[in-house]
């Protein structure tokens, strides 16, 4: 059975910084690109970006790409979103997810809630 | 950057009602999906390459469309529907989600 492990959410000051991590389970993480998703409280689906099974290509959406770095580790079967210069308007649930082809997320985790607050 | 637009935001309907949800694009996208979406829970995929039903997914549900215009289709509407629908489109490198059609039961 496929898993998706969200962690690492809470509360973070305006300004600085959080790492989640997304723990998979039940297939072989190392052949399938993966994704992070985001929905603030209350509103829509937000793609923040997806990496290649090697690492070598990293694509992010055009507005969050100096704020967020995605990076995974095979041998821990891990994905990983560095957040950094998070603002308020960072708050949301941020969701793992694995791309199957052509762009389509056939996997979700639960999610794990940052919020942003002083 | 492709903007979905879907339509309508939210709708309601009878039990036995033709539901239609349609998702329109700014330019021609190569691959197109949708997701449902109940409070408190993830997404869930649920039609995949403009027109297959995810494992699991009754057979009422449709999707069709090419080039910027798609739709899902409920051909019979049940409880069990009421829910956000988004779509989202693959153009590579960059994916967007639609805003999401919220649909009740009336």
């Known amino acids: 059975e496929v898993k998706l492990l969200e962690s690492g959410g809470g509360l973070v000051q305006p300004g600085g910084s959080l790492k989640l991590s997304c723990a998979a389970s039940?297939?072989?993480?190392?052949?399938?690109?993966m994704s992070w998703v985001r929905q603030a409280p209350g509103k829509g689906l937000e793609w923040i970006g997806e990496i290649n099974p090697d690492s070598s290509t990293i694509n992010y959406t055009p507005s969050l790409k100096d704020k967020f770095i995605i990076s995974r580790d095979n041998a821990k079967n891990t994905l990983y979103l560095q957040m950094s210069k998070v603002r308020s308007e960072d708050t949301a649930l941020y969701y793992c997810?694995?791309?199957?082809?052509?762009?389509?997320?056939?996997?979700w985790g639960q999610g794990t809630l940052v919020t942003v607050s002083a | 950057e492709i903007v979905l637009t879907q339509s309508p935001a939210i709708t309601a309907a009878s039990l036995g009602q033709k539901v239609t949800i349609t998702c329109s694009a700014s330019s021609s996208v190569s691959y197109m999906h949708w997701y449902q979406q109940k409070s408190g829970t993830s997404p869930k995929p649920w039609i995949y390459e403009i027109s297959k039903l995810a494992s699991g997914v009754p057979a009422r549900f449709s999707g069709s469309g090419s080039g910027t215009s798609y739709s899902l289709t409920i051909s019979s509407m049940e409880a069990e529907d009421a829910a956000i629908y988004y779509c989202?489109?693959?153009?590579?490198?960059?994916?967007?989600f639609g805003a999401g059609t919220k649909l009740e039961l009336k």
């Open positions: 997810a694995r791309i199957h082809y052509y762009g389509y997320f056939a996997y």
């Open positions: 039940g297939f072989d993480f190392s052949r399938y690109w």
């Open positions: 989202q489109q693959w153009n590579y490198p960059l994916i967007t």
